[in-house]
C-alpha cells in the first residue's frame, strides 16, 4: 500500500493544542484519502474537523465505563427508542398539520371564488 503525503499547511492555531494532546505525540503524516479531491485551501479545515472527531472519540472512549450492564445498555437502547418514536409522532402531527392547512386553503380559495361569482350576479343585475 503506498501513502501519499499530502501537503498541509498548518496555519491554524489550534494546531499547537492539538499537538499537545497526548494521543497526537509525535510525527504524523496527513494520510486521509478523501483529501486527495479536497481543493488545497480546504484541506487544513477538513483535517481540523477530521481531528477534532478523534480526539472526542478517544476522549469518549476513555469515559466509558467497563463494568455497564447489559440491562442498563438495553435500557438506554429503550430509551432511545421511545425518543425515535416520539419524534415520528411529532412528524406525523406535522404532516397531519400541512394537510389540514392545505385542504383549509382550498377551502378559503373556494369561498373566494364564490364570493366573485355573487358579486359578478349582482353586478349584472
Do not use: C
Not at 483529501?35 to 469515559?63: A, Q
Not at 437502547?77 to 418514536?85: C, T, V
Request: hydrophobic share 40%.
Amino acid at each position: 500500500m503506498t501513502i501519499l503525503e499530502i501537503v498541509l499547511p498548518k496555519t491554524s492555531s489550534i494546531w499547537k493544542k492539538i499537538a499537545a494532546l497526548e494521543a497526537f505525540k509525535g510525527k504524523r503524516i496527513p494520510h486521509f484519502k478523501p483529501l486527495l479531491t479536497e481543493l488545497p485551501l480546504l484541506r487544513e479545515t477538513e483535517v481540523i474537523g477530521l481531528v477534532d472527531s478523534f480526539i472526542w472519540l478517544l476522549k469518549t472512549i476513555e469515559n466509558l465505563i467497563n463494568d455497564i450492564s447489559r440491562s442498563t445498555l438495553d435500557s438506554y437502547k429503550k430509551k432511545q427508542k421511545l425518543i425515535e418514536e416520539a419524534i415520528a409522532d411529532e412528524y406525523a402531527k406535522i404532516d397531519n398539520s400541512k394537510t389540514e392547512y392545505k385542504e383549509m386553503q382550498k377551502q378559503m380559495n373556494d369561498l373566494h371564488k364564490q364570493m366573485d361569482d355573487l358579486h359578478k350576479k349582482i353586478d349584472s343585475v
